[in-house]
T-cell receptor, first 113, second 111 residues
Framework: NAGVTQTPKFRVLKTGQSMTLLCAQD?????MYWYRQDPGMGLRLIHY???????AKGEVPDGYNVSRLKKQNFLLGLESAAPSQTSVYFC????????????FGQGTRLTVV | GDSVTQMEGPVTLSEEAFLTINCTYT??????LFWYVQYPGEGLQLLLK?????DKGSNKGFEATYRKETTSFHLEKGSVQVSDSAVYFC??????????FGAGTILRVKS
């Protein structure tokens, strides 16, 4: 089973460029999430989705947009990248039950220069 | 809002030493509690969980007990191995299935 797959795994952007990170899950999960991981700050929720066609803001949504047009995919967009967005980004998915675990992708390391 | 506080690291231990990583939480209601582990270059994976007060989660020799009276979920292992070197995250989940993470604790085990 593939589980949660993120693409790309690494990317370097120049300030002001745009890009889209793709997350795909094959477990038929309702919930999907985008987190960023920065040293000493744990994982912070950027945006999340509770089902196809729905999205909501998390803890640090500014500078990011998301879309969930298909249940299995959750896209994270950066319209105009800034150095403060240099981070490792993780996608996760889970079933619609708070007692079940979330499954994580391998991460995308993004550097904005 | 909900929050999780973990002990700061890095924690450096010799092989076969006893491990404790402290975790306390603040939440309204009754969250489920989790420990996730992140090995170098990988994503997070669930280590153990507890869904109600006094539950004990266990896996791979690690244990943690959900203590409602002290709002804690400390991770313990009786004898660590070099292969346990990783980053450990305490987390809680409540309404809306949103996971809230602690800052993570780096564990380094020396042979």
């Amino acid at each position: 089973n593939a589980g949660v797959t993120q693409t790309p795994k690494f990317r370097v952007l120049k300030t002001g460029q745009s890009m889209t990170l793709l997350c795909a899950q094959d477990m038929n999960h309702e919930y999907m999430y985008w987190y960023r991981q920065d040293p000493g700050m744990g994982l912070r929720l950027i945006h999340y989705s509770v089902g196809e066609g729905t999205t909501a803001k998390g803890e640090v949504p500014d500078g990011y947009n998301v879309s969930r047009l298909k249940k299995q995919n959750f896209l994270l967009g950066l319209e105009s990248a800034a150095p403060s967005q240099t981070s490792v980004y993780f996608c996760a998915s889970s079933q619609q039950n708070r007692n079940t675990e979330a499954f994580f992708g391998q991460g995308t390391r993004l550097t904005v220069v | 809002g909900d929050s999780v506080t973990q002990m700061e690291g890095p924690v450096t231990l010799s092989e076969e030493a006893f491990l404790t990583i402290n975790c306390t939480y603040t939440a309204t209601g009754y969250p489920s509690l989790f420990w996730y582990v992140q090995y170098p270059g990988e994503g997070l994976q669930l280590l153990l969980k507890a869904t109600k007060a006094d539950d004990k989660g266990s896996n791979k020799g690690f244990e943690a007990t959900y203590r409602k009276e002290t709002t804690s979920f400390h991770l313990e292992k009786g004898s660590v191995q070099v292969s346990d070197s990783a980053v450990y995250f305490c987390a809680l989940i409540q309404y809306g299935n949103k996971l809230v993470f602690g800052a993570g604790t780096i564990l380094r085990v020396k042979s």
